[in-house]
């Protein structure tokens, strides 16, 4: 089980499907219904300091459930589910994690994964940022990292700072992004795999580098923008 935050998430969560075992909210803040099998509580602010991650408390906080074992499972290794997916090497800002899951659910991704040494999806931080994509996404951990990448790396786009220019690359049904640690890009195994195609965000002004967050939304719009230009 694991708690989520804020009253967008709490009701993000009754209304996906995943099992909620408990709602509490601050005394005086309740709503008008609440899900009739779900147990609700109200408690005082004390109360609700004790429960949050946060200095300044939403007021609204949900104890939810793993809906089934596979989220608590690594992907087995050298699999690569079918679909567009996004692949994530270290990323290790909770912040990034969240957004670049709500990036996933906004564009269509069908799932993504990432490399054992990536932040915890839990991380409360992760949670607040994903605004509710952690319970429509599919995301798991790697078994084996570098075989998840090569069990087809002719699929696969790294975000490189050398490779093509983005605008000149068309993209398959099957494209999966992958995306590098904040400072030091993908890790020497990935860079090492030979069919993986490098493509680059082509740069106008001065700054040295993106946002994975950022980079990721724009290469995702590109693999929707692509698919228009061929219809």
Known sequence: MFIVEGEKMCREAITS??????????????????????????????????????????????????????????????????????????????????????????????????SPDTVDWLNPKALRSSMGAVFRVKFQYAADWPSQVAAAPHRVWVADMNGEDLRQVIPATDTVILIGNEARGVSASVRALNGVRRVTIPRIGGAESLNAATATAILVWHLQTADKSQV
């Open 17 to 114: 499907g995943w099992p909620v075992e408990a709602l509490i909210v601050r005394q005086g803040e309740a709503p008008d219904q609440v899900h009739p099998d779900i147990p609700f509580f109200e408690a005082q602010e004390a109360e609700i300091r004790q429960l949050s991650s946060q200095q300044h408390p939403e007021g609204w906080v949900a104890i939810v459930r793993f809906p089934d074992a596979s989220f608590e499972k690594p992907v087995p290794a050298g699999v690569l589910p079918p679909g567009r997916g996004i692949l994530l090497d270290q990323i290790t800002d909770p912040g990034n994690l969240g957004t670049i899951l709500r990036l996933a659910d906004w564009f269509g991704i069908n799932w993504v994964i990432a």
